[in-house]
């Protein structure tokens, strides 16, 4: 079954907080884990994405952190901003024999609050 | 901007009436998605195309949905005797093959039937 859980539902902190935003999956043939960023009516857009072969991938504020063996992963945003507020998704993929097609978590609603 | 395009951007129909809508990808990319997604909830997966070839169908994807590619660039998806149930936000995206990854969305055509 490919489902992807994905926690809280919505999240407020405070500016210059870290955020976290945790996923677990069931499926372990993914091999493709991204997290998209959407804001009010506009598409998702990728934020940072990582393969299982890594434990953790930093791209400038976001890191994901990624634990194989428990197949789950999260997303911290470092020194989080009000413009930061948005909607979060995790997805996972199969990009080798699965046309890359994602399956999304239910999203993390954020604030962050001045 | 060269993104991946969708139109219109919004559609509002009555019951058991036809739509379409209408996605241009980015220009070199040849994989072409349709996702769905309800207020509060992550985009589910529809169908994929592989250039004009349609490679996968959700379950979600009813008999009165229709999507195709011709010549494989820009993509239509039909709704033909539109429900309540079918008001969303369709999301087209977009993505190379090779490499594999990064999907690219557009801001998505948002239906409502009344």
């Given at each position: 079954?490919?489902?992807?859980?994905?926690?809280?539902?919505?999240?407020?902190?405070?500016?210059?907080?870290?955020?976290?935003?945790?996923?677990?999956?069931?499926?372990?043939?993914?091999?493709?884990?991204?997290?998209?960023?959407?804001?009010?009516?506009?598409?998702?857009?990728?934020?940072?994405?990582?393969?299982?072969?890594?434990?953790e991938k930093k791209e400038g504020r976001f890191t994901i952190s990624f634990n194989k063996s428990a197949k789950q992963f999260s997303l911290h945003i470092m020194d989080s901003q009000p413009g930061d507020s948005a909607t979060y998704f995790c997805a996972a993929s199969m990009v080798k024999g699965g046309g890359n097609k994602l399956t999304f978590g239910t999203g993390t609603q954020l604030k962050v609050e001045l | 901007d060269t993104g991946v395009s969708q139109n219109p951007r919004h559609k509002i129909t009555?019951?058991?009436?036809?739509?379409?809508?209408?996605?241009?990808?980015i220009s070199e990319h040849n994989r072409l998605y349709w996702y769905r997604q309800t207020l509060g909830q992550g985009p589910e997966f529809l169908t994929y195309f592989q250039n004009e070839a349609?490679?996968?169908?959700?379950?979600?994807?009813?008999?009165?949905?229709?999507?195709?590619?011709?010549?494989?660039?820009?993509?239509?998806?039909?709704?033909?005797?539109?429900?309540?149930?079918?008001?969303?936000?369709?999301?087209?995206?977009?993505?190379?093959?090779?490499?594999?990854?990064?999907?690219?969305?557009?801001?998505?055509?948002?239906?409502?039937v009344l």
């Open positions: 079954q490919q489902q992807v859980k994905q926690s809280p539902q919505s999240l407020i902190v405070q500016k210059g907080g870290i955020p976290i935003i945790n996923c677990a999956y069931e499926n372990t043939a993914f091999d493709y884990f991204p997290w998209y960023q959407q804001f009010p009516g506009k598409g998702p857009a990728l934020l940072i994405a990582i393969r299982p072969d890594v434990s | 009555k019951r058991g009436q036809n739509v379409t809508f209408r996605c241009d990808p349609q490679l996968e169908k959700s379950r979600l994807l009813s008999d009165r949905f229709s999507a195709e590619r011709p010549k494989g660039s820009f993509s239509t998806l039909e709704i033909q005797r539109t429900e309540q149930g079918d008001s969303a936000m369709y999301l087209c995206a977009s993505s190379l093959t090779s490499p594999a990854g990064e999907l690219f969305f557009g801001e998505g055509s948002r239906l409502t």
